[in-house]
């Protein structure tokens, strides 16, 4: 039986890290399934890669579109060895001055998406096949100006987290990725109706580093994999402090930069 890797976001940023990261790393898949909106993107990552790969062109905003991965699943009867959910995105500023179809769609891609496919891809799992959610450190704390992305996120690590103790049984591990900002195309679209905090700049990671560690805790069956000293220290704080006190100065901070 043809053993695979799924991956969404595929196109850039981390999910792209994750495709060459695990090209090189795994030495039993035969073959990657990237998915992603741009084939032309698709096409190059897999030029780049030295196993096998089939793409797949989703709009995961469109509800039908995972269906062309179901079909092919069922048609290959493949043994999934590794499910990254890693596309989505975020869009910083007011609520209200977000369009609806931005704020719907971060609930569609981050959540909806994420959901369906991995409960199409669970059937097709076996002992020792893990399944990484790339969630965020936003998803430690509601953000003011980062509602629905942040909103989202936290539904991402909730449901990681939960799906993880579920799968135990069947030797199944979910972990839930919560980068803090990452060097990606991904606040290039994020601002596109605000300014992300200046501070970000000061912690921004490399996405290769977070991936690896994302890889690593996922191989010793971590459910949450968090990067960086100050990432870790800003999970902790969202641990131990009251939160409407964080909640106000992150307000406080997103006005004072306007
Ligand atoms: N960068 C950060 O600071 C940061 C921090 C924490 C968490 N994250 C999370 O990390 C994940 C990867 O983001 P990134 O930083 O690598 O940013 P990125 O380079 O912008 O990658 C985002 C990926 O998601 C895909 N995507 C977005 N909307 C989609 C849609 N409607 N249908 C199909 N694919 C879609 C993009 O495909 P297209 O090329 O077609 O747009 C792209 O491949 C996201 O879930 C993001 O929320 C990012």
């Known amino acids: 039986m043809k053993r695979i890797v799924i991956i969404t976001g595929a196109t850039s940023g981390m999910g792209k890290e ?39 062109e ?27 959910n890693c596309a989505g995105y975020g869009m910083i500023g007011k609520f209200e001055d977000i369009s ?7 609930i569609d891609v981050n959540c909806r998406a994420l959901t369906s496919l991995t409960y199409d891809c669970i059937p097709f799992m076996s002992k020792n096949s893990r399944i990484i959610n790339v ?22 690590l909730s449901f990681s987290r939960a799906l993880n103790a579920e799968l135990k049984d069947r030797d199944i591990y979910v972990t839930a990725v919560c980068p803090g900002p990452v060097d990606t195309a991904f606040f290039t679209k994020a601002e596109t109706y605000g300014k992300k905090l200046k501070l970000k700049k000061y912690v921004m990671a490399q996405p290769r580093d977070v991936v690896k560690k994302a890889v690593e805790d996922s191989i010793y069956k971590k459910q949450i994999s968090v990067y960086g000293l100050p990432i870790k220290a800003f999970n902790y704080a969202t641990k131990v402090m009251p939160h409407r006190p964080l909640i106000n100065l992150v307000y406080f901070l997103y006005k004072k930069q306007k």
């Open 58 to 84: 989703c709009d995961l905003n469109e509800r039908t579109e995972l269906k062309k991965v179901m079909k092919q699943l069922y048609h290959e009867q493949v043994q999934i060895k590794m499910l990254i």
């Open 18 to 56: 994750f495709a060459f990261l695990l090209d090189k790393k795994l030495n039993t898949i035969n073959e990657f399934w990237l998915i992603g909106r741009n084939t032309e993107k698709l096409k190059e990552v897999k030029k780049a890669m030295r196993t096998p790969c089939k793409i797949f």
């Open 100 to 106: 609806y179809n931005d704020n719907m769609g971060m």
């Open 135 to 156: 969630a965020s450190s936003g998803a430690f704390l509601p953000q003011p100006y980062f509602a629905v992305y942040c909103a989202s996120k936290c539904y991402v």
